[in-house]
């Protein structure tokens, strides 16, 4: 089995719960793929020098629910940084959150 499906078959697996942002699933692919990353060579780039890049956000499951009626969450983006030494940067983003 090549890397690529070893990561779909872990990124896509029950063991996540649909990595919904916030959740324990969430957090546990935002890890896998931290360690990727620095297995591949790059460096954290987020915030304090950290892998992780936190935000905050509303959610219902209802769309109709009045916005101060919203659950605040946490989530987080995984940046990681592979310096090439070039004049310009290319910036890659992907939701690795399923819902």
């Known amino acids: ?15 996540l719960e649909g990595r919904q942002a916030g959740s324990k699933g969430e957090e546990l692919a935002a890890a ?9 060579g790059l460096s954290p780039k987020g915030d304090n020098g950290d892998w992780l890049q936190p935000f905050d956000f509303l959610f219902s499951a209802n769309p109709h629910i009045k916005e101060e009626d919203k659950e605040k969450l946490k989530a987080r983006n995984v940046v990681g940084w592979l310096d090439k030494g070039a004049e310009e940067t290319v910036i890659i983003g992907a939701h690795f959150d399923h819902l």
């Open 1 to 15: 089995m090549s890397q690529i499906q070893k990561d779909l078959t872990y990124l896509a697996s029950d063991l």
């Open 32 to 40: 896998y793929i931290q360690e990727r990353m620095q297995a591949m």
